[in-house]
């Protein structure tokens, strides 16, 4: 791939290879730590070496529920065919404990003498089409019970009870699958990255969350937590230590009115584990912030969770969300295209505790800020002027050069005479 050595000495290449290697900054990826809550709100948790298996068939119903739903259908059709197959073998045995298999009371069905514990059922094929017409209470006509045997009365009874149990539990546990409160959840998002900012003179941890229903969430609530590996100082290690924080919100029950896209803040004070951060340690900080929203479905009552998580690589430091909500001939409208925007806002890149320590960084920060927008401005405006004067120029040119021509007039007599138009 390198030129030839006749066109291009070797030192030469050699050292253009080394200098090209020292312009470019070497970046070594950080390993890439798991993330315990996957942006979708699903856990990112493997259960192994469970040895009580049999407690999850205590509690079957919800065992059926959790499950996929290839499973469930195919444990709900098996069911129906286990038992329709062993309540016709019951019918089978039944018959053929009476006689009714036997071809010498074929002719004498219709005689006073003799009467079939069940009409029609004179192999395993009729039992199982009549078991599956007692189940399911279809009821042809062609076979159907008598009063000749006690046991087929008993029968009877049994498989009712047992086929409105299988249908009560199958059907509702399909009902509770597509009813399932994270279905709802769905609809309850979040804004993919999550910003640090200056609001009222204190560094913030914001992010956006929003409801794509009109539908509302009823009493919702807010919570954040960080989920970071320490070791505690007597030499313990917690993988997954989880610390709550509070969330900056005016309203004492922590309540929030989901009509609308909401910034949440979450105020960097004293109690905050993002206390001592900077914005060049975050980027090295192993710490994982956990956002649920939880509230009741107004439309259903069921109490629905979303979750969602932000790590240190999707959290912006000095950005601020674009307002997303405006007035439109009296009604206010939502843009969601610009739900997760942000813009770069003044911030100062030191930690809370030194915010608190100096407040001069922030008026600092502050005055460079507007330092920096005013020489913006005046760019901007001498930019301004430099094009007006330019197109003013290039107009007074083609005007000149539209300008009509002298025109000569040659007279009879041969003289010529000039005249402008």
Known sequence: ????????????VLARIAAENLRKPRIRDRPRKARFIAKNGACNLAHKNIREQGRFL???????????????????TMSFLCSWLLFAMMWWLVA?????MDPSTENLTNSTKWTPCVTCVRSFTSAFLFSIEV?????????????????????LILQNIVGLIINAVMLGCIFMKTAQAHRRA??????????????????????RVGDLRKSMIISASVRIQVVRKTTTPEGEVI???????????????????????????HVIDK???????????????????????????????????????????????GHRFVPIVTEEEGVYAVDYSKFGNTVKVAAPRCSARELDEKPSILIQTLQKSELSHQNSLRKRNSMRRSNSIRRSNSMRR?????????????????????SET
């Open 398 to 418: 083609t005007n000149s050069s539209l300008m009509v021509p002298k025109v000569q007039f040659i007279t009879p007599e041969g003289s010529q005479s000039a």
């Open 271 to 317: 109690r905050s584990p993002l206390y001592d951060i900077s914005a060049a340690d975050l980027m090295l900080q192993d710490l994982e912030l956990i956002v649920i929203l939880e509230g009741v479905v107004e439309t259903t009552g069921i109490t629905t969770q979303a979750r969602t998580s932000y790590v240190a690589e999707e959290i912006l430091w």
């Open 135 to 155: 189940q399911v209470t279809i009821g042809f006509g062609g076979r159907m019970m008598t009063e000749e045997c006690p046991l087929a009365i008993t029968v």
């Open 239 to 265: 993988p997954i230590h989880q610390v709550d924080i509070p969330v900056d919100n005016p309203i004492e029950s922590n309540n929030i009115f989901l009509v609308a896209p909401l910034i949440i803040c």
């Open 96 to 100: 053929f404990a009476h006689g009714d």
């Open 1 to 12: 791939m390198l030129a030839r050595k006749s066109i291009i000495p070797e030192e030469y």
């Open 58 to 76: 205590q509690d079957i119903f919800t065992t059926l529920v959790d499950l996929k739903w290839r499973h469930t259908l195919v444990i709900f």
């Open 186 to 207: 769905e609809t309850l998002i979040f804004s993919r990255q999550a910003v640090i900012a200056v609001r009222n003179g204190k560094l913030c941890f914001m992010f």
